[in-house]
DNA sequence: CGGGTTCGTTTGATTTTCAAACCAAATGCC
DNA sequence: GGCATTTGGTTTGAAAATCAAACGAACCCG
């Protein structure tokens, strides 16, 4: 492997790590288990998901969603919505209180880099978004994000 | 927030969230729980760490440390040594078993990385490698991986 | 020496997770 | 239409991960 390769995989292992162990202390933070809060911050990107789609999102097992999903209803976090077709169906939305919960969750890590990526020059900026976006196709993740668009398959 | 600072923390989101859940799937993969993983490649960085350090540095408690080496340690996967001078303390490294645990194991996303990134023209790595670097030091993430040094303070 | 701290372990309990069995609804096939 | 199969979710029972608190041994410092 050569070596560009190698300094590029080394920054990227450095900034995945750093963001992992900020989610692991964001965790901590708000009282919630990493799953919890993955869990939340998965559905809000979705913004209505299946417990098995999230389970396979987060490879986990369905048993597993089960309890976590009853958990944050517990909370008042989500809220469970039947689907009007397929009866066995169930879809998870955030409340107004998960909302809150992961906005204003100290977004520590991404704070400080805001800040400091505020004050770059423009054509610096520009320069970073470039490369972060060819990053993240050649990782295949453009679509994880994808948009805030029901995450279901079309109804027939 | 300004747009453009929007832009790069999606970016950025993204391509934490593939690392992460590529983490996931390689545990499963290796039959580690994620934290053993994490705890080996941790260890491997760092040559040889004492459980304490480990501990704050995964943000799990001391208790937690110890029973997750032992773990380890009786898979064979670490070499547990006594410090000569501090009686109290340990330090774990990676035994050839362990190192080859997590060279081998299947790197899945970075490979696939690596090999787009090997593609792309020079001038377009090397920017993209300082675009990452400046991103580091904004995350103050420059010295995680540190080097191959041992992790303990001066002795004096 | 002696009080305070640090390192790692133990203990007991809670939480997370899983695999397997299960039910109910949907789908497919004859 | 009816029967077998698949799919979505839950339950159950057990294993693994994690924690807080208490502990002993080693260290530190006055």
Redesign the interface.
Same mark, same amino acid.
């Given at each position: +492997? @050569?070596q560009?390769?190698d300094?590029?995989?080394?920054?990227?292992?450095?900034?995945?790590?750093?963001?992992?162990?900020d989610?692991?202390?964001l965790a901590?933070a708000s009282a919630l288990s990493v799953s919890q809060l993955?869990a939340l911050q998965e559905i809000n990107r979705a913004r209505a998901i299946s417990p098995s789609k999230l389970a396979t999102? +987060? @490879?986990l097992s369905r048993g597993t969603m089960t309890t976590l999903m009853n958990k944050l209803e517990a909370r008042n976090l989500v809220r469970r919505e039947a689907d009007t077709i397929d009866k066995r169906r169930w879809y998870f939305s955030l409340t107004e209180t998960g909302q809150k919960m992961i906005e204003q969750a100290p977004r520590m890590?991404?704070e400080?880099?805001?800040e400091?990526?505020?004050q770059?020059q423009?054509w610096?900026?520009?320069?970073?978004?470039?490369?972060?976006?060819?990053?993240?196709a050649?990782?295949?993740?453009?679509d994880?994000?994808a948009a805030p668009i029901l995450d279901t398959q079309e109804i027939t």
């Open positions: +492997m @050569s560009r390769t300094e590029a995989l080394i920054a990227m292992r450095q900034i995945s790590r750093a963001t992992a162990s989610s692991r202390a901590k993955i999102k +987060m @490879s890590l991404h400080e880099f805001s400091k990526f505020a770059l423009q610096e900026q520009a320069q970073i978004i470039s490369a972060l976006e060819r990053i993240v050649m990782l295949d993740a453009e994880i994000d």
